[in-house]
């Protein structure tokens, strides 16, 4: 239904900050509430953070509770997410999704996924 591409990952160190972006295609972006997900080798797909389809709305998983923060600007079709205090923890794959419905923590609600961007902090 929408499309998705994430950028903004890297290699950083403890402590440092990064912005991930995703980038909405094809369909009304406002239509769509928003969620970022996170893999490591060997697990399963991690809740991170969600938002609502206005932007109104936000969750997050206690592992980056107020050190994380979800965005998004409709006008640009973008979704942010605004990583602080990053730990060696917090490697793995970040995905953003999108789904019709309203905000959920679970993975398997959403319907649109992006391919995917690697964040490795190093310690």
């Known amino acids: 239904q929408v499309q998705l591409v994430e950028s903004g990952g890297g290699l950083v160190q403890a402590g440092s900050s990064l912005r991930l972006s995703c980038v909405a295609s094809?369909?009304?972006?406002?239509?769509?509430?928003m969620g970022w997900f996170r893999q490591a080798p060997g697990k399963e797909r991690e809740f991170v953070a969600a938002i609502s389809k206005s932007g109104g709305g936000t969750s997050y998983g206690d592992s980056v509770q107020g050190r994380f923060t979800i965005s998004r600007d409709n006008a640009q079709n973008r979704g942010y997410l605004q990583m602080n205090s990053l730990e060696p923890e917090d490697t793995a794959v970040y995905y953003c999704a999108a789904r019709g419905g309203v905000r959920t923590t679970s993975p398997t609600l959403y319907t649109d996924w992006g391919q995917g961007t690697q964040v490795t902090v190093s310690s």
């Open positions: 094809g369909r009304t972006f406002s239509n769509y509430a």
